[in-house]
Nanobody, 124 residues
Framework: QVQLVESGGGLVQAGDSLRLSCAAS????????MGWFRQAPGKEREFVAA????????YYAGSMKGRFTITRDNVKKLVYLHLNNLKPEDTAVYYC?????????????????WGQGTQVTVSS
C-alpha cells in the first residue's frame, strides 16, 4: 500500500518561509517522479513543482520559480518543498504526489498516488 504523508504546513505571515515534507512508503521511490500541487479555496488544483527520479531535474510553475524549491532524498524517501517569501495568494492545501510518467511533470494525471494535503495559510 502506497502512502504519502505531508507535513510542515501552518499559519505564517507574508514574507516568511516554510518547508513542507512528504514521506513516502510502499513506493519504489527512486523510480518515481515526485510532485507538489496546491488548491486554494474556489480555485482548481494547480501544479507547483516536480522533481525527476534522481532530483537532477526540477520543474516549477512560472509563478513559483524563484521562490519555491523542490528537493528529494532518495535514501530517506522524502521530498521537500521549500516555500520562500510567502504571499497571501500562496494560501492553499498543498498536496504531494508520486507517479511514473514524468513526460511533462506538470499534469495531475501523470501522478498515481496522492497525499491528503497540508494546509498553508499566509496572512498579510
Amino acid at each position: 500500500q502506497v502512502q504519502l504523508v505531508e507535513s510542515g504546513g501552518g499559519l505564517v505571515q507574508a514574507g516568511d518561509s516554510l518547508r513542507l515534507s512528504c514521506a513516502a512508503s510502499g513506493l519504489t521511490f527512486s523510480m518515481a517522479v515526485m510532485g507538489w500541487f496546491r488548491q486554494a479555496p474556489g480555485k482548481e488544483r494547480e501544479f507547483v513543482a516536480a522533481s525527476s527520479r534522481t532530483g537532477g531535474g526540477t520543474y516549477y510553475a512560472g509563478s513559483m520559480k524563484g521562490r519555491f524549491t523542490i528537493t528529494r532524498d532518495n535514501v530517506k524517501k522524502l521530498v521537500y518543498l521549500h516555500l520562500n517569501n510567502l504571499k497571501p495568494e500562496d494560501t492553499a492545501v498543498y498536496y504531494c504526489a508520486a507517479g511514473y510518467d514524468g513526460r511533462t511533470y506538470r499534469a495531475s494525471h501523470e501522478y498515481k498516488y496522492w497525499g491528503q494535503g497540508t494546509q498553508v495559510t499566509v496572512s498579510s
